[in-house]
């Protein structure tokens, strides 16, 4: 089996386990007497943790080995969704979305830098945008079947609803037990150069922040920041609009069970045509010509003066949206060596994820005191300046290694 091959094989059950999980996260604990707030407040756990480890956990990747890392973040995986079966009480829930945010934190990076790693090594590094755009279809795919697939179990289950909405995890921890094996026979364990020490690690984290705020990545990093900001208000305010033009608010969450199940699949569509443009065209053109046409779905979807517009927008946004993330990966990837691959996505991500948490604060803010449109046509002006910035020279060049 090919590398590309066996990269979309570990990548589909990763996300498939994701998906088998989204029907029900936040529905167990409120089956088990916990109030929305508490909810928050468990959930808060989780991104203090990301936050925490993210860049951390990238440099780990660095210096101890891709494979070690992607299997422990499986076995934390394992222990929260285990966690999260016996939970009862706000602490226990906050414990189990701790523990999830550990594997949030490992997952991040190690297994494509693998794989990118052996597409250099084996001199396909010209393939890695096309693949990484594939792998975006294949994750977006990955959960919307695992999420039908939980949806379907709970509603043909023979049994109550707490023990049904229970279920999920127990398969969940199926896949992911599936996941380590597979990881342990696909994966290869590239030698290190040096032995993964405590000093190594601290060099690998050191050096891979230097460079990820350095020249050659300091635009893309800004970019994501902003990127952070746009997806918090895609997120934020989508279900804000919708219910602007329902009298029901139960009925608008149910549209928007459909409408969020048909974006992935929008986000699968979109990525594999992604795939195939990326063979010819560089993730330099791609990727702002990508951003502008997110930004447009989300102007869209702020002069939308009905569902029929918004919903149009929404769909726009998903179906650029994955491809937008694997051109702005292969950029990254140009600019880096092996040596700090996985600390460099690591920034990336705690960009993105620190200005979303901002941003739909503060984008939460324009909506109560201006309108949600208002909010969603700054999003969608970040997105453009992130566009700007990826397609400045600087932005757009390939490093020269």
């Known amino acids: 089996m090919g590398v590309r091959r066996r990269f979309l094989v570990l990548l589909a059950l990763r996300w498939f386990a994701t998906g088998l999980l989204m ?51 499986a076995v934390a995986a394992i222990a929260a969704y285990a966690l999260t079966l016996g939970a009862q009480s706000v602490l226990a829930f906050a414990l189990a979305w701790a523990v999830m945010g550990v594997f949030r934190a490992l997952d991040s990076g190690a297994l494509e830098s693998w794989f990118v790693d052996a597409e250099h090594a084996r001199g396909a ?52 037990v599936v996941q380590v094996v ?125 569902p029929v517009a918004l919903v149009a927008g929404f769909w726009l946004c998903y179906l650029v949206h994955m491809s937008f993330g694997a051109a702005y990966n292969a950029l990254v990837h140009d600019r880096v060596t092996e040596a700090h691959r996985a600390t460099a996505l690591s920034v990336t991500s705690m960009a993105f994820l620190g200005s979303g948490a901002a941003g739909g604060v503060a984008l939460g803010v324009v909506a109560d005191r201006a309108s949600a449109s208002a909010a969603l046509w700054l999003a969608a002006a970040a997105l453009l300046v992130a566009g700007a910035l990826v397609a400045s020279p600087a932005g757009s060049r390939a490093a020269q290694r």
């Open 182 to 306: 597979a990881a342990r026979l696909l994966m290869e364990q590239v030698p290190r150069t040096e032995p993964p020490t405590a000093s190594a690690w601290r060099r690998a984290l050191g050096t891979g922040v230097r460079v990820a705020f350095g020249r050659r990545l300091r635009l893309l990093t800004a970019a994501m920041l902003l990127c952070g900001v746009a997806v918090a208000g895609l997120e934020l305010l989508m279900p804000v609009r919708l219910a602007e033009f329902s009298a029901d608010a139960s009925a608008a969450g149910s549209v928007l069970g459909v409408v969020s199940s048909v974006a992935w699949g929008l986000a699968a569509l979109g990525a594999t045509v992604a795939s195939r443009v990326l063979r010819d065209v560089s993730p330099g053109v791609v990727a702002p010509v990508l951003a502008a046409t997110e930004a447009l779905g989300l102007a869209v979807m702020a002069i939308a003066g009905g």
């Open 23 to 73: 029907p029900v996260s936040l529905l167990l604990p409120l089956e088990r007497g916990l109030t929305v707030a508490d909810v928050g407040i468990a959930m808060a756990a989780q991104g203090i943790v990301v936050i925490v480890l993210e860049v951390p956990s990238g440099a780990l990747a660095d210096s101890w080995g891709r494979r070690p890392v992607f299997i422990t973040s």
């Open 125 to 176: 590094a010209t393939e890695v945008p096309s693949a990484l755009a594939a792998a975006g279809g294949v994750i977006s795919a990955a959960i919307a079947l695992g999420s039908l697939a939980s949806a379907g179990l709970l509603f043909v289950a023979p049994w109550s609803v707490g023990v049904s909405l229970a279920v999920p995890y127990v398969l969940a921890i199926g896949v992911v």
